[in-house]
């Protein structure tokens, strides 16, 4: 069985600085996918970025990116520039590969401050 | 942009009653999805459907759960009997390619059960 571990419960930084989330995962399939979704106070559930395992360049969105170890089996999300809207829950996620209707397994969540 | 939109975004029910929570997925996906945060905790699958068939659930999703595509656009979740610990934030998801394209999730339904 996949698990999904973010050992930062909550996280506070000042605006403008460096953020580094951590994420461990636990598999034994080798093709898979991984995510970092952000939830805001609204609740909802929106995707952040996302890796392939596949891939060994790390994928970044703007201010977004990871480091993605794989042998070290470990996913960190890195927000450079933090914002105030940048504040939320962020979960790392795991999805293997091997169906197209695969389910998504989620860490506990780390809770990121964003201080003006 | 194409949106995954649930309704109701809240709903408060009495314990033993049934409740149908209700989503419109994205018009060209395929795959649909259930999941479930209870408050303060992690985000959980619940069952995932394609082709007019469950693909896959999870131990939480048990004989008082069913989900249903009564239409063609709408995808629906019911919990026959609720009980208190059903109280969460339910989240619907969908996608085109399965899981390869990335999931749309819905705002979520919160269900509070008294």
């Known amino acids: 069985a996949q698990t999904v571990t973010q050992s930062q419960p909550e996280m506070s930084v000042q605006e403008a600085e460096t953020v580094t989330l951590s994420c461990t995962y636990d598999?034994?399939?080798?093709?898979?996918?991984l995510f970092w979704y952000k939830q805001p106070p609204s609740r909802q559930m929106i995707l952040v970025i996302r890796?392939?395992?596949?891939?060994?360049q790390n994928a970044t969105e703007n201010r977004f990116s990871v480091n993605f170890q794989k042998a070290a089996k470990s996913f960190s999300l890195k927000i450079s520039d933090s914002q105030l809207g940048d504040t939320a829950m962020y979960f790392c996620?795991?999805?293997?590969?091997?169906?197209?209707?695969?389910?998504?397994?989620f860490g506990s969540g780390t809770r990121l401050s964003i201080r003006p | 942009e194409p949106e995954v939109t649930q309704t109701p975004s809240h709903q408060v029910t009495q314990m033993g009653q049934e409740v149908i929570l209700r989503c419109v997925p994205i018009?060209?996906?395929?795959?649909f999805y259930w999941y479930r945060q209870i408050l303060g905790q992690k985000v959980e699958f619940l069952v995932s459907?394609?082709?007019?068939?469950?693909?896959?659930k999870s131990e939480i999703f048990d004989d008082q759960f069913s989900v249903e595509r009564p239409d063609g656009s709408n995808f629906t979740l019911k919990i026959r009997s609720t009980k208190l610990e059903d109280s969460a934030m339910y989240f619907c998801?969908?996608?085109?390619?399965?899981?390869?394209?990335?999931?749309?999730f819905g705002s979520g339904t919160r269900l509070t059960v008294v």
């Open positions: 598999t034994s399939e080798s093709n898979y996918y």
């Open positions: 998801a969908s996608s085109a390619e399965g899981a390869l394209g990335g999931y749309t």
């Open positions: 890796q392939e395992a596949y891939k060994q």
């Open positions: 459907f394609y082709n007019n068939e469950i693909s896959e």
């Open positions: 018009s060209n996906h395929l795959y």
């Open positions: 996620a795991f999805m293997k590969h091997d169906s197209s209707a695969s389910k998504i397994i």
